[in-house]
């Protein structure tokens, strides 16, 4: 039997960078709206992302 075929990335850095752009935007709109807190917590994630 063959081994099973190794994942690739789905998302490359610049996706996770372009994608952080996006929520920061996103977030200078919208800073007064109560989920705005979801996507501060999901644009640090991202910046972290990025880090690795």
Same mark, same amino acid.
């Given at each position: 039997?063959? @081994?099973?075929? %190794?994942?690739?990335?789905? /998302?490359?850095?610049?996706?996770?960078? =372009? =994608?952080?752009? *996006?929520? /920061?935007?996103? /977030? !200078? *709109?919208? @800073?007064?709206?109560? @989920?705005?807190?979801?996507? $501060?917590?999901?644009?640090? %994630? =991202?910046? $972290?992302?990025? %880090? !690795?």
């Amino acid at each position: 039997m063959s @081994e099973p075929a %190794r994942s690739r990335a789905v /998302l490359s850095n610049e996706d996770f960078k =372009l =994608l952080q752009e *996006a929520v /920061l935007f996103w /977030l !200078r *709109a919208n @800073e007064d709206k109560p @989920e705005s807190v979801k996507f $501060s917590h999901l644009y640090h %994630r =991202l910046g $972290s992302a990025v %880090r !690795r």
